[in-house]
């Protein structure tokens, strides 16, 4: 009996102990029977969960949608390789502040959209910055 409590613990560690008893009460065969379907759920489980992934993934490259974490993602592992390379050439560390200045004129004109829907305090939240710094960085709302 004990070996059938300690088998049952081991295919389904965080069941409760009221269950593990219950179940190793059981014949060893129904309990060899019940354990092959839980091992048997959890594999197909995992299989749709990765035929699941998979589907997204496809569907993502064949309508080019994609997250915007997914996005953000990208964007931060190419800013990375891109400070790697122009930390040892010159043409490249050009080419990165030349990319900075156009972040910094499309993040000035996505705010002075987003102005017309949201507050300077939400704005704010959104850059991790206060509502005094959006008025400083991005002008006095409706000052342009």
Not at 59 to 78: I, Q, T
Request: glycine share 8%; net charge positive.
């Amino acid at each position: 009996m004990r070996n059938r409590e300690d088998r049952v613990r081991r295919e389904l560690p965080g069941a409760p102990e009221a269950l593990v008893r219950e179940l190793a009460g059981y014949p060893a065969y129904q309990v060899g029977f019940i354990l092959a379907a839980v091992r048997q759920g959890k594999a197909d489980a995992l299989s749709a969960d990765r035929a699941k992934r998979r589907q997204r993934k496809a569907e993502a490259r064949k309508y080019r949608w994609y997250s915007p974490a997914e996005l953000a993602g990208r964007d931060r592992r190419l800013l990375d390789s891109a400070g790697l390379r122009a930390a040892g050439d010159l043409e490249a560390l050009a080419a990165l502040a030349a990319f900075a200045r156009q972040v910094d004129a499309l993040t000035h004109e996505a705010v002075a959209r987003l102005r017309e829907r949201y507050s300077d305090t939400e704005i704010g939240e959104a850059l991790g910055i206060t509502r005094q710094a959006v008025g400083q960085r991005f002008g006095i709302r409706g000052s342009a």
